[in-house]
C-alpha cells in the first residue's frame, strides 16, 4: 500500500513535468506560427534565389537576352514578392500569373523583353502605365534613375505602393489614375513602358516621350492577341513603329471622363 501510494506520487510528478513540457512545446510553436505570419512577406530564401537564377538562364538567357543590366535587374528581384501568397512557389515559372481584380503579373520573358527594348540607361526617368503588382517597375528600377507608375485600379495600386516601399524600391513613385494619360507633371520620359493592351497609341503617351526616347506596347483589340509595338522617337522627334511578337495582355481601361 505503502509503494503503491509512492508509485503514484512519482507517476503525478512525471506527469506534471510532461504537461509543462507540452505547454511549453505548444506555447513555442504558437509564437513560431505568429512570426513565419508577420514576416514572409519580406524574406528571400536561398531556395527562391536558386528558383530566381534558373529563371533568368533557362527562360530569359536561353531566349536571346543578353543585357546584363536586364539579366542581373531580373536575378535581384524577388519576384514571389509582388504575387499572392498562394501563388509563391509558382512566381518563377515560364507564365503570367493572376494577382487578384482579374489582372496578371506578365510571364517572366515578357518582362524581361520589354524592359531590354526601352535601352534603359541609369540616369534615364521611365514612366510605366500598368503598375499591377509593381514587379516590372521594381525590375526597371534596378536600372533607371527613377520610375513613375500609374494604376487605374485603386485597391491594386495601393497594395503596390505599399509593397515597393516596404521593400525599400526608393526610386519608385506609385499612383492612381488612368495612366493613358501620362504622367504630364514629370514629362517628358526617356522610355515609357505599357502593360495593358490599348487598340491604338495613346496620343499623350507619344507627346511625352523624350526625343530620342523608346515605348514598348501592347497594341491590338483586348482578349485577342495584340502585337508589341516599340515606338521610337527619334532626337528630331520623328516617330519609327517597329512590330516585335505577338502577346496577349489584359486591356488598358478607361476611366469615364
Ligand atoms: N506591370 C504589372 C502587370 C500589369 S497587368 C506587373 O508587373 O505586375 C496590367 C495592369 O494595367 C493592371 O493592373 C490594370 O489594372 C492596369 N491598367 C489597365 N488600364 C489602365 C489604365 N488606363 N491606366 C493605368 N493602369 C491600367
Known amino acids: 500500500m505503502l509503494y503503491s501510494r509512492y508509485f503514484a506520487s512519482k507517476l503525478i510528478k512525471a506527469n506534471h513535468k510532461l504537461l509543462f513540457a507540452f505547454f511549453l512545446f505548444v506555447y513555442a510553436s504558437l509564437i513560431f506560427c505568429h512570426l513565419s505570419y508577420c514576416y514572409p512577406p519580406h524574406e528571400d530564401s536561398q531556395w527562391y534565389k536558386k528558383l530566381r537564377y534558373k529563371m533568368v538562364s533557362q527562360q530569359i538567357e536561353a531566349r536571346d537576352i543578353y543585357n546584363q543590366k536586364v539579366l542581373q535587374a531580373m536575378r535581384d528581384v524577388p519576384r ?5 501568397e498562394r501563388r509563391k ?13 482579374g489582372q496578371t503579373i506578365s510571364q517572366p520573358y515578357i518582362v524581361a523583353l520589354m524592359t531590354d527594348l ?6 534615364d526617368i521611365a514612366l510605366e502605365v500598368g503598375t499591377g503588382s509593381g514587379y516590372q517597375a521594381a525590375v526597371l528600377s534596378k536600372i ?3 520610375i513613375y507608375t500609374v494604376e487605374i485600379i485603386a485597391p491594386l ?3 503596390a505602393d505599399k509593397r515597393v516601399d516596404e521593400l525599400g524600391y526608393k526610386n519608385i513613385t506609385v499612383k492612381v489614375g488612368d495612366g493613358y494619360f501620362g504622367w504630364e507633371q514629370y514629362a517628358p520620359f526617356d522610355c515609357i513602358i505599357v502593360t495593358a493592351a490599348s487598340d491604338h497609341i495613346p496620343p499623350p503617351l507619344v507627346k511625352q516621350l523624350k526625343n530620342g526616347g523608346k515605348m514598348a506596347i501592347p497594341v491590338g483589340k483586348p482578349f485577342q492577341v495584340q502585337k508589341l509595338m516599340l515606338v521610337e ?4 522627334g520623328e516617330i519609327r513603329i517597329k512590330n516585335i511578337l505577338p502577346v496577349r495582355f489584359v486591356p488598358l ?4 471622363r
Open 233 to 236: 522617337k527619334s532626337e528630331k
Open 253 to 256: 481601361r478607361r476611366i469615364q
Open 157 to 159: 495600386g495601393k497594395a
Open 89 to 101: 512557389k509558382s512566381a518563377y515559372g515560364d507564365f503570367p500569373l493572376p494577382i487578384g481584380y
Open 144 to 146: 533607371v534613375k527613377k
Open 80 to 84: 514571389h514578392l509582388f504575387v499572392p
Open 118 to 123: 526601352l535601352k534603359p540607361e541609369k540616369d
